[in-house]
């Protein structure tokens, strides 16, 4: 397990493409495929393999799939094969006039992430560090990079780009690890938050800003005349399969998102926790699941002071992290994860409230928050 996933990590890094797009995803829907997508797969790649990504794929979003014995030389489509050597990603969208190379070098064909990395970038999703204010969230150490790749870090313009009006996302399956494409042991980019570190490259699978980017860009017409009638809350979105749902981020729940959502066996009080300006502290101590909604009055943030002791994790992702504090505007974006130990840290809210969800995995896991008002900020 542990080659597979260098082995994928290294083959992420030799992949990029030198085509100017919307953010991480095309808004030109000239470049977007008509449903269903047909697609092939080479003699020489796993099939089984893709088909599980594509499977995925198809549960977890809108976008639908044909399988093709051939695919029309002059028209769109997804022609999947093995490559053998080093290669820039240039077939980025769809192609009016040819199929969409989607080459797996390697062992690619093996591994679903690296897969369904490619997929993505197929389908018109961009790595995250190319967006045009991403010098906000990470910086990029130029120093470090392997020469001749520079240009792989250079973001994109701001007039030829949008956000989508999503917030960066350090646990999209499009971040890449702080050593991307650096020299040996030299970190590329680092994050402007500490504990993103661990969250970069590290997700094996789509956020939930992922699929939500694929559904808006892909299916957002299927939803229109609806928008009031989903009042849709937290980033959440409708369901392009069912008008009448909203799709929720990690942590809420209900018809339109508007309350937490708590994880079994929680033994956590239901509801806000009302903040104000006089410092509380919360202590969860060993094998306990917990979701807890910090609520401050309006206009002013939230002071979080976080000691987290818990085992290190291989990988800081969703499903393993003892604790993710969601306190940043767009509630779609992954929270910030904690694995390991952490101690005294300090956060502030982007809004007037907080979201932490911790799972206690270990009778020796412990959380401790300390947490008020700061009435000197306005937001």
Known sequence: MMLKHTNSAHYEEEIYNRIIVKRQAYDNRTRVFTLPIPYRCSSTVNESMVMKVIMYLQKNTCIKFTK????????????????????????????KKR???????????????CILRRLLMALGVKFTHVRHDRDKYVSVKKEHIKKGYKRYFN????????????????????????RFLGNPKVDTLIPKLYPYKTMMGAQKRLSFNDRKILNLLYCDYRCK??????????????????CHTCICPRGYDGRFCHVEKHLENSLCKVGPI???????IIELKGITNCTLRLLGKEGNPIELFLTVDAQPKLRCVENNSPLEVKYRK???TTGMLFCGIHRYFELTTETNEALLIYRGLHKDDRLHVRYKINSKIQL
Do not use: A
């Open 68 to 95: 093709q014995d051939k695919l029309e030389y002059q028209k769109p489509g997804l022609s999947i094969k093995k490559y053998s050597c080093k290669s820039e990603y240039e077939n980025f969208g769809m192609f």
């Open 274 to 280: 009302s903040v104000g300006e006089e410092e509380k």
């Open 155 to 178: 973001p994109l313009d701001e007039e030829n780009s949008t956000t989508f009006g999503m917030q960066y996302d350090y646990g999209s399956l499009m971040q890449q690890s702080v």
């Open 99 to 113: 199929p969409t190379s989607v080459r797996l070098p390697g062992d690619c064909s093996n591994d679903f992430t």
């Open 225 to 242: 005349g609806h928008e009031n009638e989903g009042r849709c809350q937290y980033d959440s979105y409708l369901d392009p399969n069912d």
């Open 330 to 332: 767009d509630r779609g």
